[in-house]
């Protein structure tokens, strides 16, 4: 069964610091993978999104990695504002290009940013 | 998120009524979808329509039913509401070339 697991569920962190999150899938075959921001009330936006063949890819101070030997991807977010505070969400695309075929959700992991 | 448009924003049901959320994009995108998200859940598929005129199943369909009026709007229905279908339900949309844009969410509470 495809999954797409995040960890941590939850963490709080002080304005200005950095911190990483998680994320482990067993999709196949692997299209792509994709983080999310999710403010509170709103629908998810998205940050990055990397193909196979990428390791890492930058948005800002939102930087993901991939591991596509390992399935693990993490995304680092530098310099932390209180703009920060949200879920953020990995999703992995699997499939082809067709619509019957998309994307697995992570749970999430929901940030808050104190000043 | 510009492009989607979900109505209503909130609604509160009881037990066995029916409704319809709406969903409408104007970014001539041909694929749509309707997603739930509950609490320390990822979103689930209910409902697809990968462009005009099809409609497909995702993976919790059971107590939905869908419609792709046009290329531009999408409809969910309940026919009965259950306590279970609690959730926030969001719509989505992609075209080939794009990534997927969300709608805003509906939050739906059936007492």
């Known amino acids: 069964k495809n999954q797409v697991e995040q960890s941590p569920q939850s963490l709080i962190i002080l304005e200005g610091k950095n911190c990483t999150l998680q994320?482990?899938?067993?999709?196949?075959?692997?299209?792509?993978l994709r983080w999310y921001k999710q403010d509170t009330g709103r629908g998810p936006v998205s940050l990055t999104i990397?193909?196979?063949?990428?390791n890492t890819k930058s948005n800002g101070r939102y930087t993901a990695t991939l591991d596509a030997d390992t399935k693990q991807s993490s995304l680092h977010i530098t310099a932390s504002q209180l703009s920060d505070s949200a879920s953020y969400i990995c999703?992995?695309?699997?499939?082809?290009?067709?619509?019957?075929?998309?994307?697995?959700f992570g749970g999430g992991t929901r940030l808050m940013v104190k000043p | 998120n510009a492009g989607v448009t979900q109505n209503p924003k909130f609604q509160v049901l009881k037990t066995g009524q029916s409704m319809t959320l709406q969903c409408a994009q104007d970014?001539?995108?041909?694929?749509m979808y309707w997603y739930r998200q509950d609490p320390g859940m990822g979103l689930r598929l209910i409902y697809y329509?990968?462009?005009?005129?099809t409609t497909d199943k995702g993976e919790v369909p059971n107590g939905y039913n869908v419609s792709r009026l046009n290329k531009r709007e999408f409809s969910l229905r309940l026919e009965s509401a259950a306590p279970s279908q609690t959730s926030v339900y969001f719509c989505?949309?992609?075209?080939w070339g794009y990534g997927y844009t969300f709608g805003s969410g509906t939050r739906l509470t059936v007492v």
């Open positions: 990397m193909t196979f063949s990428e």
């Open positions: 994320c482990n899938y067993t999709v196949s075959p692997f299209s792509n």
């Open positions: 329509s990968a462009s005009e005129g």
């Open positions: 999703v992995v695309s699997y499939g082809g290009g067709n619509a019957g075929n998309m994307l697995t």
């Open positions: 970014m001539n995108h041909n694929s």
């Open positions: 989505a949309i992609t075209g």
